[in-house]
C-alpha cells in the first residue's frame, strides 16, 4: 500500500468539500473536523484540533464499506500501527478506511474524546452518502483505549438533529458494527489504570466511573461486535474482552469472541519478531458473513 493513498479532509465547510491529497500520513496533521473549533478546545495546537486522514482503496476493488479507526494509547498518545498499519490493510481489502486523531490527556479529558468519536462517525457517514458509498456499512475499529472509546461510542451513539444547520449533525453517530481490539472496556475492578485516569483524571466520582464503563450500557441497539484478546494480556485483562461480550450476550446483540493464548498486549496486526494471532483472518471471515463485504 502506497503512502500515495492517503489524503486528508479540508475543512468540514460542506459536503461538497473535495479531498486532497497529503502524502503519507506521517505527514503533519490535516484540517479539523468542525468548521470551527472543537468543543471545549483549548486552543489552536495542532493537538487541540481533531483530525481525520483517508486510506483510500484502489477504485476497481472498493466495495462501499467503511471504516472509522480509533488508535490506541492510554488517552495519551495515539499508535501508529493501531492507526496507519490498520487503514493500509482494510483499504487492500476494499474497505474505505478513516484514522482519527483524537484530542488527548493532560489537556482533555472526556467527554472531548467521545465528542471528536461521535463527530467522525457523523462525518465518514456524510462522506460515504457524498462519495458513492454505502451509508449503511460503516463500522469502528478500536484498539485499547481506542477500544475504549469505540465501545464508549457503540453505547452512546444519538440519531443525528434533523433541523440541525450543519449537515453533518443530522448524521447518526452509531457505527453499523464495531471491531474490538485487546480493549479496555471498564473503568472498574479491571480497568487499566493509565487510561482511566487520562480519561476521567484523578479519582473521578462514582457515576463518572459507571458513565464510563462501557458493559453496564449495552442494550439491545448496539451494533453487532467482534471482539478479541489474549490470555496473556497483563496490560488489559482480558475480563476487559469477556465483560463486554457477556453484556452483548445479555442484550441479545450478535457478538463474534476470540481469545487467543498467546500474545501480549498491543500487538495489532503483527510485525517482525511480534507475531499476532489470526485475528485478522478470523475478522474478514465475520465481515463477509455479516455481508458488511463481499
Known sequence: MTSSRFRSLPPVLALSATLLATGAMSAAPGPRLWPGDAPGALGQCPADIPTLTVCLPDAVGRNGASVLILPGGGYEHLAGHEGQGYAEWFAAHGI????????????????????????????????????GLDPARVGVIGSSAGGHLAATLVTHFDAGRTDAADPVERESSRPDLAILCYPVITMGEFAHAGSRQNLLGKDPPPERVQELSAELHVTPATPPCFLWSTFEDKTVPVENTLLFASALRRAGVPFSLHVYEKGAHGLGLGGPGRPAPPWANDLLYWLRERKFIP
Open 96 to 131: 474505505t478506511a478513516y484514522v482519527l486523531q483524537y484530542r488527548l490527556s493532560p489537556a482533555y479529558h472526556h467527554p472531548a474524546m467521545l465528542e471528536d468519536a461521535a463527530r467522525a462517525l457523523r462525518l465518514v457517514r456524510a462522506l460515504a452518502k457524498r462519495d
